[in-house]
């Protein structure tokens, strides 16, 4: 059990568009999901939290106006990259904390390159 | 100072010797703590969990937690090529929409 899909796992997109990632939690309900920016050869940078219908909390420093987090239901959040440039090209994680422990579970991953 | 500081390696040692990784921290409201093993261009994998002190054992790998100390560890016994990979640490206050908190991860790598 607990095996959260993130979708998709690559993504090779043009300066100025838009990404969109998904995060699924597939065998647990995730009241709240987590979603991380690793840079290489450095650990998990948190960029913002988000609660199942509520608005997400961002981190310092991370613009809530480019990065748009949806945390529909109970078991998908996504995050959009809006108006991507080449500097946001990064490894995208989501994370989905069960309803009933304190444990978090981790997607696949998603690595973003914008050309 | 960093919530939790972790050795960012690179650890190498042979095949077969037991590995110790380690973290400390500084926020005593830290009550869980969690071991991710993260591969190459792969998301962390949860690897061990342990709630406030005591030790935890599962097949080859053993975490320990030291609250007094603010000092957790995992071991590896019987290291193996397949272990190679980044390791984090992570911990989190009382059950809620609580954050966790990393560590910087410590690449380990298995020599056949």
């Known amino acids: 059990g607990a095996v959260v899909s993130q979708h998709p796992s690559w993504v090779i997109c043009k300066s100025g568009t838009s990404v969109k990632i998904e995060c699924r939690s597939l065998?647990?309900?995730?009241?709240?999901m987590f979603w991380y920016r690793q840079f290489p050869k450095q650990s998990l940078m948190l960029m913002a939290t988000?609660?199942?219908?509520?608005?997400?909390?961002?981190e310092q420093g991370v613009e809530k106006d480019k990065f748009l987090i949806n945390h529909a239901s109970l078991t998908l959040s996504t995050l959009t990259v809006t108006s991507a440039h080449p500097e946001d090209s990064s490894f995208y994680i989501c994370?989905?904390?069960?309803?009933?422990?304190?444990?978090?579970?981790f997607g696949q991953g998603t690595r973003l390159t914008v050309v | 100072q960093k919530e939790v500081e972790q050795d960012p390696g690179p650890l190498s040692v042979p095949e077969g010797a037991i590995v110790s990784l380690n973290c400390t921290y500084s926020?005593?409201?830290?009550?869980?703590f969690m071991w991710y093993r993260q591969y190459s261009r792969k998301g962390p994998e949860l690897l061990m969990y342990?709630?406030?002190?005591g030790n935890k054992e599962d097949g080859r790998f053993t975490a320990q937690v030291d609250k007094s100390s603010k000092y957790i560890s995992l071991f590896i016994r019987d290291s193996q090529p397949s272990d190679s990979a980044t390791y984090l640490c992570?911990?989190?206050?009382?059950?809620?929409?609580?954050?966790?908190?990393f560590g910087q991860g410590t690449r380990l790598t298995i020599n056949p």
């Open positions: 342990t709630y406030s002190s």
């Open positions: 992570a911990m989190s206050e009382v059950q809620g929409a609580q954050k966790l908190v």
């Open positions: 926020n005593s409201a830290f009550q869980y």
């Open positions: 065998d647990f309900q995730a009241t709240t």
């Open positions: 994370s989905a904390r069960d309803r009933g422990r304190s444990l978090a579970f």
């Open positions: 988000s609660n199942e219908g509520s608005k997400a909390t961002y």
